[in-house]
């Protein structure tokens, strides 16, 4: 069975820092690309970052520079830093599983999918 499972997530105010996880089971990690993506009410998903298994990472435009995606491959787990953050990021996020190892943002192209973990931003 191939699990994700999301935490870290919470209430921050603007400008604050989070860290998310995204730790798996049932597979080993290091043989995917993983990836982060978000949704908010009324908006469409969108992808957040990836990393492959090489760790060759990739990020939308508008978290470059301000979130950081890593991976720890000894504890199956991947990592979102996320500072500066804005009212603007509050969303759920979530990490998904890619077999093929693209490292690509295009949410249709991960095989498995964590529940995902609420970030809010806000005062």
């Known amino acids: 069975q191939l699990q994700l499972v999301e935490s870290g997530g919470g209430l921050v105010q603007p400008g604050g820092s989070l860290r998310l996880s995204c730790a798996a089971s049932?597979?080993?990690?290091?043989?995917?690309?993983i990836g982060w993506f978000r949704q908010a009410p009324g908006k469409e998903r969108e992808g957040v970052s990836c990393?492959?298994?090489?760790?060759?990472?990739n990020y939308a435009r508008s978290m470059l520079g301000r979130f950081t995606i890593s991976r720890d491959n000894a504890k199956n787990t991947v990592y979102l830093q996320m500072n500066s953050l804005k009212p603007e990021d509050t969303a759920v996020y979530y990490c998904?599983?890619?077999?093929?190892?693209?490292?690509?943002?295009?949410?249709?192209?991960?095989?498995?999918w964590g529940q995902g973990t609420q970030v809010t931003v806000s005062s």
């Open positions: 049932g597979f080993a990690l290091d043989d995917y690309a």
């Open positions: 990393i492959t298994s090489g760790g060759v990472t």
């Open positions: 998904a599983a890619d077999s093929s190892d693209w490292g690509t943002l295009r949410s249709y192209e991960y095989d498995s």
